[in-house]
Nanobody, 131 residues
Framework: QLQLVESGGGLVQPGGSLRLSCAAPGFTMDHYAIGWFRQAPGKEREGVSCISSSGDSTNYADSVKGRFTISRDNAKNTVYLQMNSLKPEDTAVYYC????????????????????????WGQGTQVTVSS
């Protein structure tokens, strides 16, 4: 089955940038919509951003709009989350998730909020934003 591996997390100062990667070694990801989610200690999991299987449609949480950018390179079986202007409240474990979907992106956009319905999840990568 599909395996997802996140990388790129770390410690960064407020205002800094990080790029997270979600890879599926040995698998083809072009039939999967991908979402990025995060969870901070004591808080509920929240959706950060999602991208359609083709890469032509995206969605962002209001809290990250204008600062984060999701993209994908299906030739490399990798999805990216570019995070700029990071804030302490962005501190969390970030997870990528996948669901096979080839239809209209609007039919699954609601899944981007909570992650319910995504079939495959990575182990997560820690992002810490602190002075």
């Amino acid at each position: 089955q599909l395996q997802l591996v996140e990388s790129g997390g770390g410690l960064v100062q407020p205002g800094g940038s990080l790029r997270l990667s979600c890879a599926a070694p040995g698998f083809t990801m072009d039939h999967y919509a991908i979402g990025w989610f995060r969870q901070a200690p004591g808080k509920e999991r929240e959706g950060v951003s999602c991208i359609s299987s083709s890469g032509d449609s995206t969605n962002y949480a209001d809290s990250v709009k204008g600062r984060f950018t999701i993209s994908r390179d299906n030739a490399k079986n990798t999805v990216y989350l570019q995070m700029n202007s990071l804030k302490p409240e962005d501190t969390a474990v970030y997870y990528c998730a996948a669901v096979m979907h080839l239809g209209a992106f609007t039919t699954i956009q609601a899944m981007c909020v909570t992650g319910f319905g995504y079939d495959y999840w990575g182990q997560g990568t820690q992002v810490t934003v602190s002075s």
